[in-house]
T-cell receptor, first 115, second 113 residues
């Protein structure tokens, strides 16, 4: 069965440091796509970054990057040089290649950036 | 830029009341979705649609109806609202391909008293 698990409920780090948020997934498909979204304090949900299962290179967008470990079914989100405005809830999600509608969501990790 | 607009942003209704949540997207996307978000449950899919007149059942459809009147407009209907439906509701759209992101509206906070 498809499943996405984020075990870290909350993480707190000091500004300007690097943080990693964990996500593991379960799928039987050989082709799938992994997404990270950010939900701000206002409630808005925005897309951050995507990893395609067939790509070996880790995706990078701005100060977000992914640590894709396919044998471990793991897709960690790395934020470098964190800023106060990175404080938010981060969701990991997966869509299988033959599923054109359903994203499977993790439960989210709350990130707190302290000055 | 992709846009999904929800209305109202906040709504309070009484138990047994009738509520309609509205969503319009200007992305020319085929797929539209309704999610609810509750503490401890993350995002749960209620209904979705892949075009005008089409409706598909999601993971938590009980107590909800939906209707897709045009490619742009998707409505969520609660005909006999219950306190268990107090939640934050999100509408979203996507072009339906597996490797593209979903675009979300800003959410509607519904309280059933």
């Amino acid at each position: 069965a498809q499943k996405v698990t984020q075990t870290q409920t909350s993480i707190s780090v000091v500004e300007k440091t690097t943080v990693t948020m964990d996500c593991v997934y379960e799928t039987r498909d050989s082709s799938y796509f992994l997404f990270w979204y950010k939900q701000t304090a206002s409630g808005e949900i925005v897309f951050l970054i995507r990893q395609d299962s067939y790509k070996k290179e880790n995706a990078t967008v701005g100060h977000y990057s992914l640590n894709f470990q396919k044998p471990k079914s793991s897709i960690g989100l790395i934020i470098t040089a964190t800023q106060i405005e990175d404080s938010a809830v981060y969701f990991c999600a997966m869509r299988e290649g033959d599923s054109n509608y359903q994203l499977i969501w993790g439960s989210g990790t709350k990130l707190i950036i302290k000055p | 830029e992709a846009a999904v607009t929800q209305s109202p942003r906040n709504k309070v209704t009484v138990t047994g009341g009738n509520v309609t949540l509205s969503c319009r997207q200007t992305n020319s996307h085929n797929y539209m979705y309704w999610y609810r978000q509750d503490t401890g449950h993350g995002l749960r899919l209620i209904h979705y649609s892949y075009g005008a007149g089409n409706l598909q059942i999601g993971d938590v459809p009980d107590g909800y109806k939906a209707t897709r009147t045009t490619q742009e407009d998707f409505f969520l209907l609660l005909e006999l609202a219950s306190p268990s439906q107090t939640s934050l509701y999100f509408c979203a759209s996507s072009d339906g391909t597996a490797n593209t992101e979903v675009f979300f509206g800003k959410g509607t906070r519904l309280t059933v008293v």
